[in-house]
C-alpha cells in the first residue's frame, strides 16, 4: 500500500484552474531533466503529460529532455535550438528538475514484520523534490519554486487490513486511502503547482513588458 | 498466536503515531495541513534541542535523517485560496519590495512613504497594507498613514484603462494632486484574478516605476 504526503509547496494553494484555457497562444518549452529520482525515460514521460497539461490549456508546448540542467552559458544555444525548431521564440521556459532527498528501506521493520507473519508492516519511504524554475525568453528568472513529497509504501497483512477497514468504517471518502490515491493525488498536486507557476510567471512577464515599455 | 499479535499492535502504534504521512493515526486532510522539512540528523537536534536526539561525536554508523513538520496555522479549505497564497508568503512578499523600494534609487530614502493596496478582499488588502508599512519601517523609511484619494473623473478613466497604462496615468495624476515632492507611494497590487503573488510599483514625482 502506497501513500503520498506533499512535504513542501505541492500543497500550496492555487488557483488556476488546469481545465480552463489560461494560456492561449503561449510559447512554452519543457525541459525536463532526470536526476536520481527519475531515469530519463520518466523523465521523458513526465515531458509528455506536463506538455498535454499546458496544450490542453492552450499553449504551443516544445518539449525537451536533456541529461543536464541549463546554465546561463548554454541557455541560448538551448534557447536557439528550440526556437528553430518551433518556429520562434518561446515566450516561457519551464525546466523540471528531480532530485530523491531521501530513502530509507529499514532491514529491521523486514525482520519484524516477518516476525509478526507481516502483521507489523515493512515501510519504506522515498521524498523526493521536483525542482521548477520558469525563465523568461531571455532566461531571466521569473519564477523559481521546489515541490517536494513523500511516498510512503506500507507492506504486509496488517497495513492491508488495518487500511481496508478503515477505509470502510472511519474514513469519508476524501480520506481514502486507495490503490490508486497516491499516483492520483501526487499527479494532481504537481500539475495543479506547475499550472499556478507558470501562470504567475507569465503574468510576471507581461509585467515586465509592460516596465521595458515605459522607460 | 495472540501474544504475536497483541506485540504487533503495541509495535504499531508505538511507531505510526509520529509519521506525518496519511496513516493509521492521520488523516488525508491532517496530512496536508502540514509544512514539512526533510533535514539530517544534526541539523534537526540542533533547531529541535530535546526532540531529536543527537548524533553521537563519532557517528554511531546510522544515517539519521528527520522530516520536521509544522501544523498551518489555517487549515486548508477555511481561506479562500488566493488569500491564503498571498497571505502565507506575505512578510517575505513585503520585505522584498521594501527592500527594492529602498534601494531603486538614494533620493528615494529621504522621501515619505505612502502605501496603497489593491486587491479585492478588503480585510486582506489592510493586512497587506499594514505589513507593507512595517516592512518600509524596518528599511529605515519614514511611513505615512496618509491615504491618496482621486477625483470620481479620473477613476472613472483610470478604471476603463488596461493596467499597464493604469498606474503611470494614475500616478501622474497623484503627483498633481496630493503626493508632493518629499512623497514616495508604494503601490501593492494583483493583476489577474488568478495569480498567487503580488506585484509592486512606485509613483515618485509622477514617474511610475514597477518593482515586480
Known sequence: MHVYQPVAGLQSPAVVD?????????????????????????????????SLLFENQGAVVQTSTTARGLRDGDLAAELGQTDAEAGGPADLVLEIRSRRLHQS???????????TLTIVPAITESTFAQDVVVRDASGFVLVSDSLQGR??????VGAWAGNAVLNKLLREEPDKVTQDSAGEALSD???????????????????????ASWE | MGVIIFLSLVLLASTTSKDPSPGWSRSVRDSRNMDCERMDGETASARHPGLIEAPGPRGDNIERSALVCRERVMA????????????????????????????????????????????????VSSKIAFAAKNALNSQGLRVSD???TLSAGDVSVLTRLPPGEAWPAACRRYAAGGLGEGDALLAVVTRD??????????????QWTWLL
Open chain 2, 193 to 206: 484574478p488568478r495569480e498567487t503573488q503580488l506585484h509592486a510599483g512606485i509613483c515618485d514625482r509622477g
Open chain 1, 189 to 211: 498536486d504537481l500539475y495543479r503547482q506547475l499550472s499556478q507557476l507558470v501562470f504567475n510567471a507569465d503574468v510576471q512577464r507581461r509585467v515586465l513588458q509592460e516596465s
Open chain 1, 151 to 156: 511516498l510512503v509504501r506500507r507492506f504486509g
Open chain 1, 18 to 50: 488546469p481545465s480552463a484555457a489560461n494560456f492561449v497562444d503561449l510559447k512554452l518549452s519543457v525541459y525536463c531533466l532526470p536526476g536520481d529520482f527519475l531515469e530519463p525515460q520518466e523523465a521523458s514521460a513526465l515531458c509528455q503529460k506536463v
Open chain 2, 76 to 123: 486548508e479549505g477555511l481561506r479562500p485560496a488566493r488569500d491564503e497564497a498571498v497571505l502565507m508568503d506575505l512578510d517575505d512578499t513585503v520585505s522584498g519590495f521594501a527592500l527594492a523600494a529602498g534601494s531603486l534609487r538614494s533620493d528615494l530614502t529621504e522621501r515619505t512613504w505612502l502605501v496603497e493596496v489593491h486587491y479585492p478582499s478588503a480585510p
Open chain 2, 146 to 148: 496618509r491615504a491618496m
Open chain 1, 105 to 115: 528501506n529499514d532491514t529491521l521493520w523486514w525482520a519484524a514484520s516477518l516476525s
